[in-house]
């Protein structure tokens, strides 16, 4: 993979930058460099000695490492990886990690209270006292209440801190408990999502994932569209350690990265036709006879009947009444099985009793009903395809697609390790789809080794609901959140006050832990947002690109300098309680200060009579946390617990979560998870045997006649998102925003190492450095992101890519963007 060459990249634009804004006054607020350093009062007895507190990075970056923060003479000066008895295996650091001391004492940390003076954008800032601030907001925030109502007020809470007392979205996070009691609505930010959709879909909700220790007995693992190496460095030595066990490695990707140098088979793809590519492994595997049958048969939806409405056919369809019982979760439900081709006897049975549901020679017509079999539907889509095609769509050889098949088919178990990689396409539903049914034909989950290695997701340890929806120290109920607010409909609700033709009176906007400036799809309606809302609130550490709009700006703590609980699991399966290892510097205070402050200034402070230990305590209040032994008491002594149900390969023996206990193929009834009025095409959500091209990234869409590059933006090494831009460390390896192109084009283009380029296409454009990489596939650019607009030579890379979803999945979609290039 390449790193940032040095040669030929000039500092100039990102030293004009910091002139500019600094001459505008943007970083009024924020520290000299060495600020926090000041003279510190010291305790003499403790002189010189260290003292080492529990900490974690709080961000989400999916790993969230646990640390030793050191602090000698008040100050915090190091950091370390902390140390873990029971599994040293979860051990690691990596060089965010290490370098949070320059982040605590960075310049670019906001220091008090600020009110803005001068235009929206501009970062002209006056300075307030922490009252005067409450003071404004809870006014504001009153006045619209009454005029408007409580979802006059939205909160957009994102992912920079991912602890419970804080938190964005963090599960159960008091500042979710702050929006339930004003019975505000949330701005969704709709990331990630079609990976988590596909999975609840075909799985059924719950954790998925293949914890770490099994991975060694896998034969096979395949890095599917997914960058660990940068972005999941933890899980990266679990790979590699298991191909040090001997399982094989295979990275399938449109680039070649470090991944695939490290794997021992490398698979180029065209952009989002992962897809395509399985239907054309399917039908190698069916061509061969490799198909698992048999777990098909016991563990997928492949035998049921499908009516001609479309649903199933249910044994209340056969005259057998419903009965009631509890599902996967212990909740009541109704039961009505439903109904397969008893292969055995020759008739229509609960699939719960047929001896052997079957998979082909089913009558047309059963019990009085047109059906046909999931299965036989599956197999006409899958005919559609060869090898032959999908190589034409893929670019994939179809020895390759044939290897694959094969690897699939006859030498698991396979374990498939996946993240956003393939999330972020306008068809990236139906790529996940069908990379999970490719798991489910072939039998590659459910099974010891095999299954799905991912990270993220909650803990499973919380009582999330019991936090969010605590009742005032009176017994009063909070109002519970208002509506959720899709983000591609901010824009219009702010701009019209309506949605859907309904008043929808949205007047101010809370953000924290978020940089959606930056974050969101297509930077410049996030902006037309940002200007025209009446009032906005911005909590952060740092002046990020979002802050730069706020009316009242608020300065939230490092990490360090507030007692947490970091509360998702991601690869690591531990819960991390965080001391408060050093005061907050300047006027900067906790998300949990700030939330209690806003909350009881709002006259709910019967809400928010709870300490930090209540609050952790409560979210504690949980049935694993009791059967872990974990309580506030017992973390403040270990400082991490295990959840050990995480060690549990989630589907062993094909158990589904789904009602059925099977792996779901088909959709009866098909519900989009937003409504913007937007219409619906049914017919490519029932089975799910389904693939369609991207929007842009297409090779063969039509606007790339127009803009012929496809541009990817892989997430940055050096920093999380946009946090730890402002660690200067960091700067040495990536320094500065560029492009990297596939030599081929690049000559074509007329480019050498070091131009400057600008790429564009009607929603924006960015100028930025050329790099050459053989490693780039040809008519693709990759830009890491997550640079903030001051970085860039002009313009912003967030501002190439479109604010729309697919039919039927709220998911931004941040590589499905194309671009021409000019060379400046
Ligand atoms: N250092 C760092 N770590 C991070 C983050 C960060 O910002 N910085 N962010 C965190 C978060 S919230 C997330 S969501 C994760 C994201 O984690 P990943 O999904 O691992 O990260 P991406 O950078 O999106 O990398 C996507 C990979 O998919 C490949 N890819 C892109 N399109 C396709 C395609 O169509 N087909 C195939 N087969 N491959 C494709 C890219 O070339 C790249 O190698 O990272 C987390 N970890
Ligand atoms: N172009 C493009 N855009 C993307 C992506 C992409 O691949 N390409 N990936 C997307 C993905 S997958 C994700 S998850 C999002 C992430 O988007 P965000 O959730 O917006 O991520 P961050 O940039 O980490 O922003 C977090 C902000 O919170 C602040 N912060 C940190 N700690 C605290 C704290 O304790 N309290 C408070 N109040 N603030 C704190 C930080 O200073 C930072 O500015 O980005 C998305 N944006
Ligand atoms: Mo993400």
Known sequence: MASSNSRGFSRRSFIAGAAALTAAGVLSGCSSNTGGLAPHTADSSKAGTEEIFSGSCRSQCIQGCYLNVHVRDGQIVRTTAGHIEEEPFYEHICPKGLSHPARVYSAGRLQYPMRRVGERGAGEFERISWDEAIQEITDKWKGYREEYGPESIAFFLGSGNTAVLGGGTADGSVMQHLQTVMGACSVLPDRDIAFQSAMVKVFGPGSAFVSPLEWNGANHIVIWGCNPAVSCKRMMHFYLDAKDAGAQLT??????????????????????????????????????????????????????????????????????????GKNAYGME???????????ATQSAKSHLEAEKPALENVPEEVEGFKVRLVWDMALEA?????????????????????????????????????????????????????????MVVTGNIGKESAGLISGGGSFGISNSNGCINQPSSKGEKPAGPGRNINWTALYGIIHDQELLGKPFPLKSLYCSCTNIVSNQTEQNETIKSLKEVEFLVVEEMTMSDTALYADILLPACHWFECEDLRVRSYNMPYLVYNDKATEPLYESKSDFEIYKMIGSAMGFEDFFDFSEKDYISLWLNSPVAKKEGITYDSLRETKIARNHQLKENPFMGGKFFH????????????????????????????????????????????????????????????????????????????????????????KELGISEGDTVRLYNDRGSVTLLATINSGQAPKTINCPRSFLTREHIDGDFATISFNDYNQVTRNQCYFDQAVAVEKL
């Open 382 to 438: 899958i005919g559609k395809w060869t090898p032959e095609k999908a190589s034409e769509v893929t670019g994939v050889s179809v020895e390759d697609i044939k290897r694959l098949a094969r690897m699939y088919g006859q030498e698991g178990p396979v374990l498939t390790g996946m993240n956003q990689g393939l999330n972020h396409y306008f068809n990236a539903i139906y790529t996940y789809d069908l990379i999970f049914l490719l």
């Open 333 to 343: 439900v109704t039961i009505d099985p439903e109904v397969v081709w008893d292969e």
């Open 251 to 324: 990275t399938i990707d449109i680039q070649y990265n470090t991944n695939a140098a490290k794997s021992d088979w490398f698979v180029p793809v065209h952009p989002a036709t992962d897809g395509a590519l399985v239907f054309g492994i399917l039908s190698e595997v069916l061509a061969q006879g490799w198909q698992d049958t048999e777990f098909m048969r016991a563990h997928s939806e492949a035998p049921f009947l499908v009516k001609e409405d479309n649903t199933f056919l249910r044994m209340s369809d056969l005259g057998v009444a419903p009965t009631t």
């Open 659 to 746: 009602q059925s206990g099977r792996a779901k193929m088909w959709t009866e009834k098909v519900v989009p998870e937003y409504n913007l009025g937007q219409e619906i095409d049914e017919s490519k959500e029932h089975l799910l045997f389904y693939w369609e091209p991207a929007r842009e990234a297409n090779l063969e869409a039509p606007i790339r006649e127009k803009y012929p590059f496809s541009v990817l933006g892989e997430h940055m090494r050096t920093r999380n998102h946009t946090q730890w831009w402002d660690v200067d460390y960091m700067k040495e390896y990536e320094r500065q925003p560029i492009a990297r192109f596939n030599p081929d084009d690049a």
